[in-house]
């Protein structure tokens, strides 16, 4: 007689980078790539790499309650000149010594066409297919629509960390910092 064993659910929350773990960067009124004025940038060097409190804490307990930590990021910077590559490196290193259980990035440029860049799911796939992922039981937590519309995208569930609670959002949940986010995971 064969006895069906209940099947070992992996399961993950994809965690976007800028905004959610690390601070971003008041460039103020000055800052104008390609005449667009842009005020809250990703970080540019490791000075500016600066970690919201409690996010290690808020990653060890995404792991107790049995989710790979995945990170998801856009990091154009690079392609568009705002970021040595060398000091990208360093920067990603820091980024590494948290908690995390893989690293997904993609350092394509906005107008490019690629399908890793969130609102595509690209990355979200990528992991999916690499650790046997159930994308039912999963969650995206970011800080931007696109990072919610590539959660959507790959059939996860969604969090948008916000400053602004009550913001307009197609996202499942809205929660101020990525501890909230930890807490409320089943
Ligand atoms: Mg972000």
């Not at 995945?70 to 990208?88: C, K, M, R, Y």
């Not at 990603?92 to 609102?119: F, I, N, Q, S, W």
């Not at 590539?150 to 969604?158: E, F, K, L, N």
């Not at 969090?159 to 307009?168: A, K, N, P």
Request: aromatic content about 4%.
């Amino acid at each position: 007689m064969t006895v069906d064993l209940p099947k070992h659910v992996i399961k993950a929350a994809f965690i976007d980078r800028d905004g959610v773990l690390n601070h971003l960067v008041d460039r103020g009124d000055g800052f104008r790539p390609n005449g667009v004025p842009i005020r809250w940038t990703a970080p540019f060097n490791l000075l500016e790499l600066n970690f919201k409190p409690g996010v290690r804490e808020a990653l060890e307990i995404i792991g107790r309650k049995g989710y790979l930590r995945i990170l998801v990021t856009n990091q154009p910077d690079v392609a568009t000149g705002h970021i040595d590559s060398s000091e990208f490196a360093r920067m990603m290193a820091r980024v590494g010594e948290l908690p995390l259980d893989d690293v997904y990035v993609c350092t394509h440029r906005p107008d490019g066409d690629c399908a890793c860049r969130k609102p595509a799911p690209g990355m979200l796939l990528a992991a999916q297919k690499k650790h046997g992922i159930d994308m039912s039981c999963s969650f995206m937590i970011g800080d931007m629509e696109s990072d919610i519309r590539a959660g959507r995208a790959a059939g996860v569930r969604t969090v948008l960390v916000t400053d602004t609670l009550s913001v307009e959002t197609s996202a499942d949940h809205q929660v101020s910092d990525i501890m909230r986010a930890a807490l409320l995971l089943p």
